[in-house]
């Protein structure tokens, strides 16, 4: 009986907390299923892949003719200045070549020094002596010729004698005239020629020699310009990978590349529907795979004129503002551009919108239905060009 009185005077104060439960309730499911409109920010970002490139990037290539294998190689992010060393090609088989084309070069100049200062000189020599020996002997004759006369003259020699030495006179004149012929001859085309030949020699030789000279200093490589490097992937013995050390190089074969690491850019592809959409001066957020907590700030600086091979689409071209030092070319990049920004967008949720005959509607707090027209959106919301305004109270699905 104790008991009763307790009961009535417990339960005024649970029939109070239930009606108040009750409200909350009711007052929460309203406010759950009422929107109110009002002006907010609005973005529209379109989503990209890229790959990080150099923006003026170098790319060295093997300068030696045929097979040339790698003996020395810089390791890949190397930071270098211009001129510091970055690789070296085994340069045996050029210093034999070397050794071989110096000694021909020699044995040329040998035997044009040979020409010049001996064998042309006596054999010039000889041929003087002869022509001097016979124009001696001419006069002799001449001496002869005219005593021979005078004894023909006094009857003491017969006419025989004195044609004799006439006709010996007339043989010496000839061998005269032909031996300073042949000493013509001899120093002005012979000579001359045989010493064009000869230096011809020692000019292929030393043509020969300078060449490989040069091409010695390719077999080591140096920066031509400040960067840091990056060895590119290549088809070697099967597989696609870096260079390295022993492996073979055909000449003009790209074998290393130089980026300016302060100077990045991003390149991606875009399809001919979003040439009116995303144009130069967009901005953009990159984010890196590779260092998932770093966020960069880009700026859409070009569009290709033409689509690139395998039909990509057109390439687009983004540089970042600031970089970040462990960044390399070659990173793969999400790339996210701001195409469209608004402050105060009417901004609703796709839920809240329905079709009628291709006429977007949404129903208000007293359960009208208003046509809108809406105008770009996102994947969870829309924005709403007219129909509605800030402050309006629309129902919920």
Same mark, same amino acid.
Request: proline share 5%; net charge negative; glycine share 6%.
């Given at each position: 009986?104790?008991?009763?009185?307790?009961?009535?005077?417990?339960?005024?104060?649970?029939?109070?907390?239930?009606?108040?439960?009750?409200?909350?309730?009711?007052?929460?499911?309203?406010?759950?299923?009422?929107?109110?409109?009002?002006?907010?920010?609005?973005?529209?970002?379109?989503?990209? $892949?890229?790959?990080?490139?150099? *923006?003026?990037?170098?790319?060295? @290539?093997?300068?030696?003719?045929?097979?040339?294998?790698?003996?020395? $190689?810089?390791?890949?992010?190397?930071?270098?200045?211009?001129?510091?060393?970055?690789? @070296?090609?085994?340069?045996?088989?050029?210093?034999?070549?070397?050794?071989?084309?110096?000694?021909?070069?020699?044995?040329?100049? *040998?035997?044009?020094?040979?020409?010049?200062?001996?064998?042309?000189?006596?054999?010039?020599?000889? $041929?003087?002596?002869?022509?001097?020996?016979?124009?001696?002997? =001419?006069?002799?004759?001449?001496?002869?010729?005219?005593?021979?006369?005078?004894?023909?003259?006094?009857?003491?020699?017969?006419?025989?004698?004195?044609?004799?030495?006439?006709? =010996?006179?007339?043989?010496?004149?000839?061998?005269?005239?032909?031996?300073?012929?042949?000493?013509?001859?001899?120093?002005?085309? &012979?000579?001359?020629?045989?010493?064009?030949?000869?230096?011809?020699?020692?000019?292929?030789?030393?043509?020969?020699?300078?060449?490989?000279?040069?091409? &010695?200093?390719?077999?080591?490589?140096?920066?031509?310009?400040?960067?840091?490097?990056?060895?590119?992937?290549?088809?070697?013995?099967?597989?696609?990978?870096?260079?390295?050390?022993?492996?073979?190089?055909?000449?003009?074969?790209?074998?290393?590349?130089?980026?300016?690491?302060? *100077?990045?850019?991003?390149?991606?592809?875009?399809?001919?529907?979003? $040439?009116?959409?995303?144009?130069?001066? &967009?901005?953009?957020?990159?984010?890196?795979?590779?260092?998932?907590?770093?966020? &960069?700030?880009?700026?859409?600086?070009?569009?290709?004129?033409?689509?690139?091979?395998?039909?990509?689409?057109?390439?687009?071209?983004?540089?970042?503002?600031?970089?970040?030092?462990?960044? @390399?070319?070659?990173?793969?990049?999400?790339?996210?551009?701001?195409?469209?920004?608004?402050?105060?967008?009417?901004?609703?949720?796709?839920?809240?919108?329905?079709?009628?005959?291709?006429?977007?509607?949404?129903?208000?707090?007293?359960?009208?239905?208003?046509?809108? =027209?809406?105008?770009?959106?996102?994947?969870?919301?829309?924005?709403?060009?007219?129909?509605?305004?800030?402050?309006?109270?629309?129902?919920?699905?």
């Amino acid at each position: 009986m104790r008991l009763r009185p307790l009961l009535f005077a417990i339960l005024p104060l649970l029939i109070l907390i239930g009606l108040t439960a009750v409200g909350l309730s009711r007052r929460q499911t309203s406010e759950e299923t009422i929107l109110e409109v009002q002006p907010t920010l609005f973005e529209k970002w379109t989503p990209l $892949l890229g790959r990080l490139e150099a *923006a003026n990037p170098i790319t060295l @290539r093997a300068e030696l003719d045929g097979l040339s294998k790698i003996t020395w $190689l810089i390791e890949d992010g190397t930071p270098v200045m211009a001129g510091d060393e970055l690789a @070296r090609f085994d340069p045996s088989e050029l210093e034999e070549k070397k050794l071989t084309l110096a000694r021909d070069l020699e044995i040329a100049e *040998a035997e044009l020094r040979s020409l010049n200062q001996a064998l042309h000189p006596l054999e010039m020599q000889r $041929l003087q002596n002869e022509t001097r020996s016979l124009q001696a002997e =001419k006069r002799e004759e001449a001496s002869l010729l005219q005593e021979t006369q005078e004894l023909v003259n006094e009857m003491l020699l017969a006419e025989g004698e004195l044609e004799r030495h006439q006709n =010996k006179l007339k043989d010496l004149e000839a061998k005269i005239q032909s031996a300073q012929e042949q000493v013509r001859l001899t120093r002005d085309i &012979l000579h001359p020629a045989v010493e064009q030949k000869a230096q011809a020699r020692r000019t292929a030789a030393q043509t020969a020699l300078e060449r490989i000279d040069k091409r &010695l200093l390719h077999t080591v490589v140096t920066a031509p310009v400040t960067g840091t490097v990056y060895l590119p992937s290549l088809h070697i013995d099967g597989e696609h990978r870096n260079v390295r050390v022993g492996d073979g190089l055909f000449r003009n074969q790209v074998f290393m590349g130089l980026a300016d690491l302060t *100077a990045l850019e991003l390149k991606s592809y875009i399809g001919e529907q979003d $040439l009116s959409r995303l144009v130069p001066g &967009l901005q953009a957020r990159v984010r890196f795979p590779a260092y998932p907590a770093q966020t &960069l700030i880009a700026t859409l600086s070009r569009v290709g004129s033409h689509p690139e091979g395998n039909q990509k689409g057109y390439s687009v071209t983004f540089v970042i503002d600031e970089t970040l030092s462990v960044l @390399r070319p070659g990173l793969t990049a999400e790339i996210d551009v701001l195409e469209y920004r608004q402050e105060d967008a009417l901004l609703i949720p796709r839920g809240l919108v329905r079709y009628q005959n291709g006429n977007a509607r949404v129903q208000r707090k007293n359960k009208e239905w208003q046509t809108i =027209k809406i105008g770009d959106g996102n994947a969870g919301y829309l924005t709403v060009l007219e129909g509605i305004k800030a402050g309006d109270l629309l129902l919920r699905p």
